[in-house]
T-cell receptor, first 112, second 113 residues
Framework: DQQVKQNSPSLSVQEGRISILNCDYT??????FLWYKKYPAEGPTFLIS?????DKNEDGRFTVFLNKSAKHLSLHIVPSQPGDSAVYFC???????????FGTGTSLTVIP | NAGVMQNPRHLVRRRGQEARLRCSPM?????VYWYRQLPEEGLKFMVY????????ESGMPKERFSAEFPKEGPSILRIQQVVRGDSAAYFC???????????FGQGTRLTVV
């Protein structure tokens, strides 16, 4: 049962434009969310997180938005750069558990 | 501060052999997670350990798989009598606190032939 879903397996964006990666979850107990970036043959790298007491968190070019009523979060990257080309995973955790549940990832390609 | 170190990076085993995957967490991190990524899939939780204790092994197959995180030394994920379906990338992550940002190692790619 996939509790965290990333329905877009891939996304292509022109350099300089905004990239929007989406993530949906089903478990209403999730209260902490993270985004990771992964290059081929490497481990995921932490990007940004948000707790359910907020609806937005920003770090440089990266902003995460959380819509609790819709059980939806999104990662905005602006402006997009070719080095942002990677697979992006969202992950969620509940305060009743110990693990993070990961989505299946979205492969972002930023075209120069 | 060195990152999470996993070794080996690549491991080839014949069916029926044992695979041992090692993970040294970041300094000061006492929480270790193991995840598995099958081809074309996301990261699947396997087990969560703190020093000398298995806290949550709900994602680990009941047979052939075991994990430990001894007081001294790295965390070990052990797979006995490997089968082709065990071929995957195995990632270890460590965190300084429960549900804190987890830092991942580069993974061990296990191939069973």
């Amino acid at each position: 049962d996939q509790q965290v879903k990333q329905n877009s397996p891939s996304l292509s964006v022109q350099e300089g434009r905004i990239s929007i990666l989406n993530c949906d979850y089903t478990n209403s107990m999730f209260d902490y969310f993270l985004w990771y970036k992964k290059y081929p043959a490497e481990g995921p790298t932490f990007l940004i997180s948000i707790s359910s007491i907020k609806d937005k968190n920003e770090d440089g070019r990266f902003t995460v938005f959380l819509n609790k009523s819709a059980k939806h979060l999104s990662l905005h990257i602006v402006p997009s750069q070719p080095g942002d080309s990677a697979v992006y995973f969202c992950a969620a955790s509940a305060n009743t558990g110990n693990q993070f549940y990961f989505g299946t990832g979205t492969s972002l390609t930023v075209i120069p | 501060n060195a990152g999470v170190m996993q070794n080996p990076r690549h491991l080839v085993r014949r069916r029926g052999q044992e695979a041992r995957l090692r993970c040294s967490p970041m300094k000061g991190h006492s929480h270790v997670y193991w995840y598995r990524q099958l081809p074309e899939e996301g990261l699947k939780f396997m087990v969560y350990l703190q020093k000398e204790n298995i806290i949550d092994e709900s994602g680990m197959p009941k047979e052939r798989f075991s994990a430990e995180f001894p007081k001294e030394g790295p965390s070990i994920l052990r797979i006995q009598q490997v089968v082709r379906g065990d071929s995957a990338a195995y990632f270890c992550a460590s965190s300084p606190k429960v549900r804190g940002e987890a830092f991942f190692g580069q993974g061990t790619r296990l191939t069973v032939v």
